[in-house]
């Protein structure tokens, strides 16, 4: 998603990218947009790390000078049974997913809070349908839509909206190490198709937007009716 942005919209658009596996591809897009006449930079790191949400919201104020949106979309979606899952398992992928976003939402709150904006908290579709083998993925991707729903109330008064978005059943290029999640396989969309990496973002360009000023402490499925609950 990080990539999917529309060319109409890059030109005008300040991104900050903080991935590891996605580094030549992030980094060449960055390079695309400042060649359109945007404005963009890419940023490594590990969310898990305690210095690095710091890192990240001072890169971004030394580049554009203000803060007017936060994406939290860094996951590790490991799958293992749970007699078989260590304490240490669990505690990484909390770490990134949960643990992470907690970090980087204090180091930019500083200077979203000067000019009000956006937050948008990347869900997970089996968080909400359920899925083998992905106990501690499904509790972190969960605990995001309680966060998200809290931080609403906390940080309304600053003008700044809170929401979730859940993709479900999306076509994306994965590592050759990596297979299509499980539950992918075993829950069709009432569409028919596929969803894309753009239909992810332009849900969250919509809620950053100033169309999106109205809807705040909400979840939102972009997954082709995969998943039909409230």
Request: hydrophobic share 45%; net charge positive; with cysteine.
């Amino acid at each position: 998603m990080a990539t999917a942005t529309d060319p109409k919209v890059t030109r005008h658009a300040s991104v900050l990218d903080a991935v590891r596996a996605l580094a030549p591809k992030i980094t060449a897009r960055a390079a695309e947009i400042e060649k359109a006449g945007g404005k963009a930079i890419a940023v490594l790191g590990d969310v898990g790390n305690d210095k690095t949400a710091a890192a990240l919201a001072e890169a971004a104020l030394k580049k554009f000078g203000r803060i007017d949106i936060l994406v939290n979309n860094a996951a590790l979606r490991r799958e293992k049974h749970i007699s078989d899952m260590s304490f240490n398992d669990w505690r990484e992928v909390m770490n990134v997913i949960l643990d992470g976003t907690f970090r980087c939402v204090h180091a930019c709150l500083p200077a979203l809070r000067k000019n009000g904006g956006s937050i948008v908290n990347i869900g997970g579709m089996s968080a909400h349908i359920g899925s083998k083998d992905r106990a501690h993925v499904m509790a972190a991707k969960s605990a995001l839509v309680g966060l998200s729903r809290g931080l609403a109330h906390d940080l309304a008064a600053d003008k700044i909206t809170v929401n979730c978005v859940v993709p479900g059943a999306i076509e994306t290029t994965r590592p050759a190490s990596s297979q299509a999640p499980a539950h992918h396989l075993t829950h069709g969309t009432i569409t028919g198709e596929r969803g894309t990496p753009q239909d992810v973002a332009a849900m969250v360009r919509f809620l950053c937007g100033p169309n999106g000023r109205y809807i705040t402490g909400q979840t939102i499925h972009v997954s082709g009716g995969a998943y039909l609950g409230s």
